[in-house]
């Protein structure tokens, strides 16, 4: 398995606080991703970061935000946590989204289970 | 809209029975073509994939797919399922074409694996 921890791996919030989920990787790749889990939807890319302070959105990105100051990690920020943001989110890494055979394979984490009451 | 579609939802089996599962895109360009498998609990996990050459692609755990692209599938299949193959599956597809190089999952099929 590829590197990539979560943190935290559980947690309850209440609406309109804010939290933060951490990505942290020991693979050195250039992208990493940040997707959210719910029934009936698959996998959906809310923000992605194609290197250290460059980012961008995903198609889900209304309420979330990111940062990458280090290659190794990346953080997704709810500002102002709601019930509509109750999910599990994954990170995923990959060297890159070009045309390179075989560096286009994304490799996910365990996963945050994220309630908001 | 660009899309992957996976038009089994929820697949129940006994043991030692054949599966397919169904994946198709809406693209027309180059596409990379995956299968995840998410385990109970678990994160998702590559079962396999396939980016050129052969279109039938062998994974792990005796998974293989077949990329047809006049059908633009990509459908999954085991010959002999076991118990422990209970678990999500999701087809993804980066296309090559488009206007950005993301990858998209279809909604997974749920199989569940009787003993």
């Known amino acids: 398995d590829a590197g990539i921890t979560q943190s935290p791996r559980h947690k309850v919030t209440e609406t309109g606080t804010p939290v933060t989920l951490r990505c942290h990787q020991t693979e050195n790749h250039r992208y990493m991703y940040w997707y959210r889990q719910d029934p009936g939807h698959g996998l959906r890319l809310i923000h992605y970061?194609?290197?250290?302070?460059?980012?961008d959105k995903g198609e889900v990105s209304d309420g979330y935000s990111v940062s990458r100051s280090k290659t190794e990690d990346f953080l997704l920020t709810l500002e102002s946590a709601t019930s509509s943001q109750t999910s599990v989110y994954f990170c995923?890494?990959?060297?890159?989204?070009?045309?390179?055979?075989?560096?286009?394979?994304?490799?996910f984490g365990p996963g945050t289970r994220l309630t908001v009451l | 809209a660009q899309s992957v579609s996976q038009h089994n939802h929820h697949v129940i089996l006994s043991e030692a029975a054949s599966l397919e599962l169904g994946c198709n895109y809406s693209y027309g360009g180059t596409v990379n073509l995956f299968w995840y498998v998410q385990y109970p609990g678990q994160h998702l996990q590559l079962l396999l994939k396939y980016f050129s050459g052969d279109p039938l692609v062998k994974g792990i755990k005796g998974f293989e797919a077949e990329f047809i692209k006049s059908k633009f599938s990509f459908n999954l299949r085991k010959p002999s399922v076991q118990w422990s193959d209970t678990a999500e599956y999701f087809c993804a597809v980066i296309n090559y074409g488009g206007a950005t190089n993301k990858l998209i999952f279809g909604t997974g099929t749920l199989l569940a694996v009787q003993p």
């Open positions: 970061s194609y290197g250290v302070k460059d980012t």
């Open positions: 995923a890494i990959s060297e890159s989204t070009g045309r390179a055979i075989n560096t286009d394979t994304q490799y």
